[in-house]
């Protein structure tokens, strides 16, 4: 009996742990199940640490759509789809480019999950006994040269229509950064209802220790398939299967190969990120600092700065592209950080859908078979308001602000 009242958690990244927190917190006996030690196998463990609650619109849009030539690495830009990988990605850019037209509707969608992730976040991180990992210091957007006052008047202007409050960014600050990268003009903005945190990697740890101290185990077993018995579920891992009542799957872009016997489809891509991070280079503000033209996030974290870019659509099993960390290197020196050409780089893959909308739903026709991914480039952002409402799902409360997020939405 004691077996089906457990509920295992498939995937041990941000998501996972969180979701096994909010459970384990409730009283629930959890046990989450990873390949490797909790953070380090997907995107959590370079996570920019930027709580991003001004993204509440998804990525597909017409103009993106119509432009995206001009963001490609071959360009000098941060987007990058290997021609080798163009028939495989086909299938994935059709359904983006559909998902373009339809931006407002999922903008509705997404927003409101979006905007209370800080408070969500911090609050989680409390009851886990870390507070300290999280800075609600907002965060920072600069121009520099050109036309940076059109600039400033765009993002103003499209922000006010989504509601997400900003101030003009302090004289002083726009002037350290000006100073900093030697340009001529800059300007910036300020948001103030974001945070960071000071190490995505702790906090994973940290949703980790405190589930276990509710009661939860880890176990380090690679989920292979999940398999219905009598009992609820088995998650056959190559030795002993682990057996629950419930099952939660947060495997990221590994996803769709659990739930694809079910029923349904989950068409992920893996969005490859890249950091850098500069133990000897010093902050410009206690806050992220997202440069606009450069398309690049720096972040103040424990004992360095880390610097995120990229979205390369290689596929989960390529090796990291030694260009791309080089890139980071010479923008990051530019704009007047402290950084040697030996500085510790990153690859990792983002669970995204082809819409830029979350997957978060119960199994239709499997009792007790839940998921949650694809939280796209802010996995981080909504690991504290997704942990929430997975624990209202698996027990049972209804969440129809959920229901765009239902897998069903790509057919079966």
């Known amino acids: 009996m004691r077996e089906q009242e457990r509920v295992a958690v498939i995937g041990a990244g941000v998501i996972g742990a969180s979701v096994a927190y909010a459970l384990s917190r409730a009283g629930r006996d959890v046990v989450l199940i990873d390949r490797a030690p909790p953070g380090e196998a997907g995107a959590s463990y370079g996570n920019a640490g930027h ?41 994935w850019a059709l359904r983006f480019a559909r998902a373009a037209f339809r931006r407002a509707a999922n903008t509705r969608q997404l927003a409101p999950f979006v905007r209370p992730a800080v408070p969500a976040l911090v609050g989680l991180l409390t009851d886990a006994g870390r507070p300290d990992l999280i ?22 202007a499209a922000m ?68 219905v018995t009598s009992a609820g579920y088995e998650v056959l891992t ?47 503000v206690d806050a992220p600092i997202v440069y606009a033209n450069e398309k690049m996030v720096v972040t ?29 290197r010479t923008k990051v020196r530019g704009l007047g950080y402290a950084c040697g050409d030996d500085v510790a780089s990153w690859v990792g893959p983002r669970p995204v859908l082809p819409d830029y909308l979350p997957a978060i739903g119960r199994v239709p026709g499997a009792p007790g078979l839940f998921y949650s991914f694809a939280h796209q480039h802010i996995g981080l952002t909504l690991s504290g308001i997704n942990a929430l409402a997975m624990a209202d799902l698996v027990a049972g409360r209804p969440r129809p602000d959920l229901d765009a997020f239902d897998l069903r939405r790509f057919g079966s």
């Open 300 to 328: 103040p974290m424990a004992g360095r700065l880390r610097a995120t870019s990229f979205m390369e659509f290689a596929g989960t099993a390529a090796p990291p592209d030694p260009r791309k960390p080089a890139w980071l």
């Open 238 to 284: 190559g030795g002993d299967p682990v057996v629950a009542g419930t099952v939660v799957i947060c495997l990221g872009v590994w996803s769709e190969p659990l739930l694809k016997p079910f029923g349904l489809r989950a068409p992920l891509e893996a969005a490859r990120g890249y950091h850098i991070q500069m133990p000897d280079a010093r902050a410009l």
């Open 160 to 227: 006010n229509a989504l509601e997400v409050p900003t101030a003009p960014a302090p004289r002083d600050v726009v002037e350290a950064i000006r100073v900093a990268a030697n340009a001529d003009r800059a300007t910036g903005l300020y948001f103030p209802k974001c945070a960071h945190v000071l190490d995505p990697l702790e906090v994973v740890r940290a949703f980790v220790t405190a589930a276990q101290r509710h009661g939860a185990t880890f176990e380090r077993r690679e989920a292979r398939a999940i398999q």
């Open 51 to 91: 709580i991003a609650t001004e993204l509440v619109e998804p990525l597909p849009s017409p103009s993106l759509l119509f432009n995206f030539w001009r963001e490609s690495f071959a360009r000098g830009g941060v987007l990058d789809i290997p021609a080798r990988r163009l028939g495989a990605f086909a299938p």
């Open 135 to 156: 800075r609600q210091h907002g965060h920072y957007e600069a121009w520099l040269g050109g036309d940076v006052d059109a600039s400033l008047a765009a993002e103003v």
